[in-house]
């Protein structure tokens, strides 16, 4: 059964660091477009970044762009978000999603995880 888990959530100050994981359990992500969600209380899912199957391409949204890094490690199961310089506004649950195939972001994806919380507040 495969599964898409992530971890690293958590409550830090503005201006503070968090880095999320995603784990793919029962794939390997070599031809699979991963991206990360975000969705806070009242508010629609937004795409904030992906990266690419093949090539490591990235996209970011332009909120998080210069502040937001993702990336893959060699063994092709985990996908990283590193967030820094967090905003109140960054407060959301973040998940992540993949989609086989060779775009850069997901756009009919075929896993999608259950969601970390990160919360942003002083």
């Known amino acids: 059964q495969v599964q898409l888990v992530e971890s690293g959530g958590g409550l830090v100050q503005p201006g503070e660091s968090l880095g999320l994981s995603c784990a793919a359990i029962?794939?390997?992500?070599?031809?699979?477009?991963v991206g990360w969600f975000r969705q806070a209380p009242g508010k629609a899912r937004e795409e904030v970044a992906c990266?690419?199957?093949?090539?490591?391409?990235?996209w970011y949204t332009d909120s998080v762009k210069g502040r937001f890094t993702v990336s893959k490690d060699d063994n092709q199961k985990t996908v990283y978000l590193r967030m820094n310089s967090l905003r109140p506004e960054d407060t959301a649950l973040y998940y992540c999603?993949?989609?086989?195939?060779?775009?850069?972001?997901?756009?009919?994806?075929?896993?999608w995880g259950e969601g970390t919380q990160v919360t942003v507040s002083s």
């Open positions: 999603v993949a989609e086989r195939g060779l775009g850069i972001c997901p756009h009919n994806p075929d896993y």
């Open positions: 029962g794939v390997t992500l070599d031809y699979y477009a």
């Open positions: 990266i690419s199957s093949s090539d490591g391409h990235t």
